[in-house]
């Protein structure tokens, strides 16, 4: 999707937030929050070696048609909740509201970009958070049931490792991999924290010599998701080298300093 536009990419990242067993306290707060970050790899050509919340650039697959069809799959209620709960905060900024060709706009793209954030999480940090489809259709997830609480999947590990290898080389198996194990993208856990603009960067990583990934920007949908502890991880080799489990309202404060431009 991201390549239609011609001065930035659209994104989408997810902060996964857990409580603490233990409370700590410092001179200056008490924290009793874990959130998961991640460091980029040293040959990244966008902020390279800096310490980044799970997330990526969308994919076309992300807004495919087939998504409703497996969403539907769960019962006429679940469908209907579906688009009350991605569209209940109303049109949004531009990368929610904007018109789109007719082949990426049978997917509300408050949605699509839920899927990316759940894709891109498992890709970078082996984390799944779905849904099981079965459980849905008896017990569907509805607005009036808040906060929803994030749910990573149950399945073994071998079979996870499997097919997040799948994903990685092809991101259009994110949805296969979801109809064949009857599960959905966990979007009701993910609730819009922010929409963030990246500055123009200075040239960085492999080849910034040559002008590579010169005024690389992003249009990114920050999402929020609460777990009741955060799951093992597993960095992959491409982008991530690191994975760090740190105090959340540390960094969710620094992070509103960045210098960012904001839509």
Excluded at 156 to 165: A, G, H
Excluded at 252 to 258: D, E, M, P, T
Aim: aromatic share 10%; with cysteine.
């Amino acid at each position: 999707m991201s390549h239609i536009l011609k001065h930035w990419r659209e994104a989408a990242t997810l902060l996964l937030v857990s409580k603490t067993r233990q409370p700590v306290i410092s001179k200056l707060q008490t924290t009793n929050f874990e959130l998961l970050m991640l460091k980029r790899s040293g040959k990244s050509t966008f902020m390279p070696k800096l310490h980044v919340f799970p997330g990526g650039v969308a994919h076309d697959s992300d807004f495919s048609e087939e998504w409703m069809d497996l969403f539907g799959k769960c019962g006429e209620t679940v469908n209907h909740n579906l688009h009350t709960f991605v569209q209940r905060g109303g049109t949004g900024p531009p990368m929610f509201s904007r018109t789109r060709p007719d082949e990426f706009s049978n997917v509300p793209s408050e949605l699509a970009f839920r899927i990316c954030a759940i894709r891109e999480t498992f890709e970078e940090s082996g984390i799944l958070l779905v849904r099981d489809m079965q459980r849905l259709r008896n017990e569907p997830v509805t607005d009036s049931v808040q906060p929803v609480s994030g749910k990573s999947s149950i399945l073994s590990e071998l079979i996870l490792s499997r097919w997040r290898d799948k994903v990685n080389d092809d991101a259009n198996q994110f949805l296969l991999m979801c109809r064949e194990l009857n599960v959905l993208p966990d979007i009701w856990s993910l609730y819009e924290w922010s929409n963030w603009l990246t500055p123009v960067l200075p040239k960085s990583g492999p080849g910034h010599e040559k002008g590579h990934g010169k005024g690389r920007r992003y249009d990114t949908a920050f999402y929020l998701c609460v777990l009741d502890y955060i799951p093992n991880a597993v960095h992959c080799d491409k982008e991530i080298t690191e994975l760090e489990v740190t105090l959340s309202s540390i960094y969710l404060s620094l992070f509103n300093l960045l210098t960012f431009q904001r839509i």
